[in-house]
């Protein structure tokens, strides 16, 4: 059975920093591009940030660009989202997500997590 388990979110203040994790298991994603998503509350999923297998290339979704890094360990089949100077805009169920035949469209995405909350207080 594939499972995407994310970890790492929680209760931060604004300007502080989270580390997010997305472990996997029942397959490997090693060949796999993957990504982040992220929902608040009344609003639709949205693209967060993506990387390719081999980790060289890398979108960001503006509102997180220059704050947010997303890299990946494929021996450990695990890949992280790094957050930094948090807003309070940034509160949000955070997705992993895997698979995708386009990094920027939920639907394309084959793999799914079920999220880690991140509420940034001000």
């Known amino acids: 059975q594939v499972q ?31 990504g982040w998503f992220r929902q608040a509350p009344g609003k639709e999923r949205e693209f967060v940030a993506y990387i390719t297998v081999g980790g060289g290339i890398t979108y960001y979704a503006d509102s997180v660009k220059g704050r947010f ?16 100077s948090l807003k309070p805009e940034d509160t949000a169920i955070y997705y ?11 639907d394309a995405y084959e793999y799914w997590g079920q999220g880690t909350q991140v509420t ?3």
């Open 4 to 34: 995407l388990v994310e970890s790492g979110g929680g209760l931060v203040q604004a300007g502080g920093s989270l580390r997010l994790s997305c472990a996997t298991s029942g397959v490997t994603f090693r060949h796999n591009s993957m």
């Open 96 to 106: 992993c997500a895997a698979k995708p035949k386009n990094y920027y469209y939920v």
């Open 120 to 122: 940034v207080s001000s």
């Open 69 to 84: 890094t997303i890299s990946r360990d494929n021996a450990k089949n695990t890949w992280y989202l790094q957050m930094n």
